[in-house]
Every structure is written in C-alpha cells, then in structure tokens.
C-alpha cells in the first residue's frame, strides 16, 4: 500500500506516521469493498477519508476506532438525500 492517497500528509512537518497512514487505507478500502460493490465514487470515498484524517489527528489511531468511524461516515452519507 501507499501512503500517496494522504498527499496532505506528506513532507515536511507531516505528524502521522507510514504505519497510520497504511491503516487508513485499509480502513478505507475495507469501507469501500464492504459497503459499495464499485468501490465507491471519488466524492464519497473523499468525504470518508477526511473523516479518518481528522480522526487521526484526534488521536484516534486504532483499526476499531478508524473502522468504526468509516462505517458511520458511510451511514451518514446513505441517509443523506441526494
């Protein structure tokens, strides 16, 4: 995996590490392949990453805590009228 899906992560002053980097991409793709059988529109696999990224910096790093949060943001997002 690649931590080129976070660009706003990346460089000088970047605080989280490779290792949450790579846990949210699998958080967001495990998201993705569970919830939506396309993987989901760019949009919506955005509005998802954000909410990880600010969890993150929040200090909510675990693979439960990014996992369940990813799974709320898609159920936000599926109640929402389109």
């Known amino acids: 995996m690649t931590t080129a899906g976070w660009p706003m992560l990346e460089g000088p002053g970047s605080e989280l590490s490779d290792k949450l980097k790579?846990?949210?991409?699998?958080?967001?793709?495990?998201?993705?392949?569970?919830?939506l059988p396309?993987?989901?529109?760019?949009e919506?696999?955005?509005?998802?990453?954000?909410?990880l990224l600010a969890a993150a910096v929040?200090?909510?790093?675990?693979?439960g805590e990014l996992g369940l949060l990813a799974r709320k943001a898609m159920a936000e997002l599926k109640r929402k009228p389109k």
């Open 38 to 42: 396309n993987g989901g529109d760019h």
């Open 44 to 51: 919506t696999r955005k509005l998802v990453a954000a909410r």
């Open 58 to 63: 929040e200090g909510r790093t675990t693979l």
């Open 22 to 35: 790579r846990r949210m991409d699998l958080v967001l793709e495990e998201t993705f392949r569970d919830e």
